[in-house]
């Protein structure tokens, strides 16, 4: 099956700093890739995905590129806010058949005003 | 806009007692997840219908867990009898149909907490 290493947290970055989280992924064939954050209180939510190779998903101001000759997905976002303190959760999707979803461990990002 | 609902939020309980869980998804969607997020870590799927039937509970523990969807709607997660080792959140998503690339939607979770 797919397995994700994410990087640890907590992670504390100053209002408007650049942010990176790595993710890498292992899984046969070519795996749809999500990021989901959790908001404090809140339920997990997605974020952003990218279903091929060189895609780049986007919202928010938060993208991430599907690298298949690194398996990695690493989420970045050039200037955090406050509103994006959560928790976030690198996921690949195993392909074919019914859709299975991989959780990493999560990242918790703290933005300090 | 619709969500996924889920009750109790909070449970508390004592080893070797029966809980349940519900879980009502989004209108239309065929698939239901059930996670379970221990503290710390990345939710762990522990069971998925595709409609009223189950396609994965590989990491179900089968002892102790059950989980039904009766009429492809609503669905009950239950755990009999409970140990400490359950203490967690549990998770309920539902999708359109389970294909690739496919949004999961989140409820709120539901707090266990066995004493």
């Known amino acids: 099956g797919n397995s994700v290493t994410q990087m640890e947290g907590p992670v504390t970055l100053s209002e408007e700093a650049f942010l990176t989280i790595n993710c890498t992924y292992t899984?046969?064939?070519?795996?749809?890739l999500f990021w989901y954050v959790q908001y404090p209180g809140e339920g997990l939510q997605l974020l952003l995905k990218?279903?091929?190779?060189?895609d780049k998903g986007s919202n928010k101001g938060f993208e991430a590129t599907y690298r298949k000759e690194t398996t990695s997905f690493h989420l970045e976002k050039g200037s955090v806010q406050v509103s994006d303190s959560a928790v976030y959760f690198c996921?690949?999707?195993?392909?074919?058949?019914?859709?299975?979803?991989?959780f990493g461990t999560g990242t918790k990002l703290q933005v300090i005003p | 806009e619709a969500e996924v609902a889920q009750s109790p939020r909070y449970k508390i309980t004592e080893k070797s007692q029966a809980v349940a869980f519900w879980c009502d998804p989004i209108?239309?969607?065929?698939?239901l997840y059930w996670y379970r997020q221990i503290l710390g870590q990345g939710p762990e799927l522990l069971v998925q219908?595709?409609?009223?039937?189950?396609?994965?509970d590989s990491q179900l523990p089968k002892d102790r867990f059950s989980a039904e969807r009766l009429k492809g709607v609503d669905s009950t997660l239950k755990i009999q009898p409970a140990e400490l080792g359950d203490s967690a959140m549990y998770l309920c998503?539902?999708?359109?149909?389970?294909?690739?690339?496919?949004?999961?939607?989140f409820g709120p979770g539901t707090r266990l907490l066995v004493l």
């Open positions: 998503a539902s999708s359109l149909g389970g294909v690739q690339a496919e949004t999961q939607y």
């Open positions: 899984a046969t064939g070519y795996p749809s």
């Open positions: 990218a279903t091929k190779a060189d």
């Open positions: 996921a690949p999707a195993s392909p074919g058949g019914y859709q299975k979803v991989t």
């Open positions: 209108s239309g969607h065929a698939t």
């Open positions: 219908f595709q409609d009223e039937s189950v396609v994965d």
